[in-house]
């Protein structure tokens, strides 16, 4: 056998050496880029929250957007905006598929509503797994609550009396907990359905027009309405937590009223959902840096003495969870058996339709 020209044994180097050159550059050049730092001078940040003006969420959104500039580098511009719509899917959506990824737009959403795609809503475009999930500050509560002057006096009145209460859009808290309650502990809720936002729905328990709310947080209604319970306006009936929340501990969970085993599995998957209440988020292929940026910037902002006074005066929680905690939490709901990720996907798309 013939041997092989020597021009193209020497080929081969340098072919492998290219390769190995071309290789190093691109790892350099994206070494390079990670490591240019975030700056957001002269930008100007949107922070999207995704219900009506006058909720709780729209009270920590905008205490954030107040303060959090400073922490921020470039000390940029944060401007509060409202995005309300489809159970908080249009500000979801907007994050998710819109919004830019250079640190210029982040949001408040409903925890609960970002699993809307794991339980198979075609209209929520993202996967809560992707999304960038960089703090909470502070849990949610959900609860059922009665006006004073209504015949509700305990959570074993729910099961036996029809309650008719206020809810807003079909995926929103405050539409989805009275059905689950219906369908997985028997309560008798009955909604009245296209109030704006939990503030919306406020004002028709003063006016009598419903006889109560269930799904709205129990730190939002401090925050909210504290003349309510100064005045004794109204009872707190139930609390859809996994375990009782320590200014309720007379109050029972709804997971107690379970008649068996599955249901009670399908009902901690949505009490789990919604634990990190106060998530704040970027859109999915933020890149790391500005994703750290934002979370070191929320945790200075947790000790900030001003934020914490601002907060403690209307009447805010702050008890943070870090983006990292939350991102598990999110990663572990997605785990879970296939079996109760599906019972809960048909339950939630049969009593919302």
Known sequence: MSARPRHILRSFPRKRESRLFALALAVALATTAQAQPVDLTGKTVTLAIATPSGGGYDLYGRMVARHIGRYLPGNPT???QNMPGAGSLIAANWLANVAPKDGSAIAIIPSATLFENLLGNAQARFDARALRWLVSLNDYTAVAVAWHDTPFMTAD?????????????PASDTTVWPLLLNALIGTKTKLVRGYPGTAGIALAMERGEVQGMIGDDWASIKANKASWLRESKVRILMQMTADRHADLSDVPLASEFAKDED????LALFVARQKHGRPFLAPPGTPDA????????FAKLATDGEFLRDAQQAQLIIKV?????????VQSIHGLPRSVIDKASALIRRITQ
């Open 290 to 297: 500005v994703a750290d940026v934002y979370r070191e910037a």
């Open 321 to 329: 969870a870090p983006g990292a905690e939350v991102t598990a939490l």
């Open 263 to 266: 249901n009670r599995r399908v």
């Open 157 to 169: 009145d729910l099961l036996s009396k029809e309650f008719l209460v206020g809810a807003n859009a």
């Open 78 to 80: 944060v401007v509060p």
